[in-house]
């Protein structure tokens, strides 16, 4: 299994970055894919999940209502949409799978290998 992530960059404040997730070697229909990120001396925090079944969607309360997160089973895709972009979001942007959404990253099977961003006041 290959989760692939990428579009991390640096933006300024209140801009927005696309990140996407591309998976291979699963039957991604099948699984839940979720965002997480890791600011310098942080934890690793969940930032965003949808499930496989009807891509119910859930996100952290830190980015509610500016991020959103899709998916396209048809490309193996999930997205993660970030508007109005805070430095406090600068971090190391991972997507991981499992078969259902949660919160904690110990709990993921697959990790994709990680994507900066960087938001610039």
């Known amino acids: 299994v290959q989760l692939q992530a990428s579009g991390g960059g640096l933006v300024q404040s209140g801009g927005s970055l696309r990140l996407s997730c591309v998976a291979s070697?699963?039957?991604?229909?099948?699984?839940?894919m979720g965002w997480f990120r890791q600011a310098p001396g942080k934890e690793l925090e969940f930032v965003a999940g949808?499930?496989?079944?009807?891509?119910?969607?859930y996100y952290a309360n830190s980015v509610k209502g500016r991020f959103t997160i899709s998916r396209d089973n048809a490309e193996n895709t999930v997205y993660l949409q970030m508007n109005s972009l805070k430095p406090e979001d600068t971090a190391v942007y991972y997507c991981?799978?499992?078969?259902?959404?949660?919160?904690?990253?110990?709990?993921?099977?697959?990790w994709g290998q990680g994507t900066q961003v960087t938001v610039s006041s």
């Open positions: 949808i499930s496989w079944s009807d891509s119910s969607t």
């Open positions: 991981a799978s499992r078969r259902t959404v949660n919160i904690y990253p110990n709990e993921y099977d697959y």
């Open positions: 070697g699963l039957t991604f229909s099948n699984y839940a």
